[in-house]
């Protein structure tokens, strides 16, 4: 991955809401980078602003947020001269960001698919409309390119179902119907937020197979939203751990999986359903996350964390870079060279082991 191009770098974003209860400082500084061909993952709890995040690279944030600073870099080049772009998409215009970037460059599949199609809509004129408004193209060549897309995304008997409405059809195919409109511009970035959220398990698998498949037909770029860490095993190169408006921890799948270093990412892991646990009860990170209305003094996981130091009280921890890795870091004073060295709890490790006696790793 390292010689792949980095293509979108966002730095300290800062994002806040007002509400009739004051400000909500939802995003506190993110950072993430995402290369050509990568996929990465955002997880953490609702509310811990993934969402917020990406809809802030698409550019549909909601009419009380602010991007209090920072920066969303993309690089993108042009169909026709090949010429390299390079923007910051938090300067660019609604009218800009509707022409250049969103569903062109860029685009998201939602959770619910039944909220992202047009109930008054036929399936093939939606998929159609985006490639009719940003290239032009004829309504000959736009349905032609729908069908061959309807084909790609898995759903049979094509040309019948271009004339369907979204309620004809099941949960899984609208979802692929919403996959199918999300790439018929072909964009080079693919955000997914929880897109297998409202499926059952069976189509889930399908789903999260079908992506991966074009992912690796068109060499797109995705990022996944999930608080589901069985999805993302499944699809990640990279994972980001974030709460309450930060990332706390980054890196490889087999990283995060197998040498968490956070104790939130121990709680999750933790709190993974497990068929092979004698534990009699699964787990739950205790407490609950922070009001992001009210000012946060050190660091914001303290209050739930067993494992909290003084230090933690009074100064939010850098990302530490974990010794012997240059992709893993994490967000805790546990990390610093003086802290008092702490073992992950022996059930999670145990856990541990079976993940990597599962995956055949020794």
Not at 35 to 62: N, P, R, Y
């Amino acid at each position: 991955m390292a010689d792949r191009e980095k293509i979108l770098e966002i730095k300290d974003l800062r994002i806040s809401f007002k509400t009739t209860n004051g400000t909500v400082n939802a995003i506190r500084g993110v950072n993430l980078e995402l290369h050509k061909g990568e996929t990465i993952a955002i997880v953490g709890e609702s509310g811990s602003g993934k969402s917020v995040t990406t809809k802030a690279v698409m550019g549909i944030m909601a009419s009380n947020a602010t991007i209090d600073s920072g920066e969303i870099n993309y690089v993108w080049y042009d169909e026709d001269t090949g010429e390299r772009n390079e923007r910051d998409l938090t300067k660019m215009s609604e009218s800009e960001m509707g022409k250049i970037i969103r569903g062109r460059k860029i685009a998201m599949v939602f959770q619910d698919p039944m909220t992202s199609l047009n109930p008054t809509m036929t399936i093939g004129k939606q998929i159609m409309e985006p490639m009719i408004y940003h290239y032009g193209k004829s309504k000959e060549e736009a349905h032609a390119k729908a069908l061959e897309l309807l084909q790609l995304v898995g759903i049979t008997n094509a040309e019948d179902r271009m004339n369907n409405y979204p309620h004809q059809l099941s949960g899984g195919m609208r979802q692929r119907v919403v996959i199918a409109i999300a790439l018929s511009c072909d964009p080079y970035v693919l955000i997914c937020d929880e897109p297998t959220t409202a499926l059952d398990v069976t189509i889930q698998a399908k789903i999260l197979e079908l992506i991966k498949d074009i992912q690796s037909k068109k060499d797109l770029s995705v990022i996944y939203i999930t608080h589901d860490l069985g999805v993302v095993a499944k699809v990640a190169d990279f994972v980001n751990v974030m709460y309450a408006g930060k990332i706390v921890e980054r890196g490889t799948i087999e990283e995060v999986f197998y040498d968490p270093r956070h104790p939130y990412t121990w709680g999750l892991l933790s709190a993974m359903p497990d068929l092979s646990t004698n534990d009699p009860e699964l787990y739950t990170i205790p407490g609950a996350p922070p009001n992001l209305a009210y000012e946060i003094k050190g660091d914001a996981f303290a209050p739930r964390n067993q494992f909290a130091l003084n230090i933690d009280k009074r100064i939010d921890p850098p990302l530490f870079p974990v010794p012997g890795s240059d992709t893993h870091l994490c967000a805790s004073w546990l990390m610093h060279e003086k802290a008092p060295k702490v073992e992950m709890p022996e059930s999670l490790q145990r856990r541990i082991a079976n993940m990597k006696k599962e995956a055949g790793i020794e």
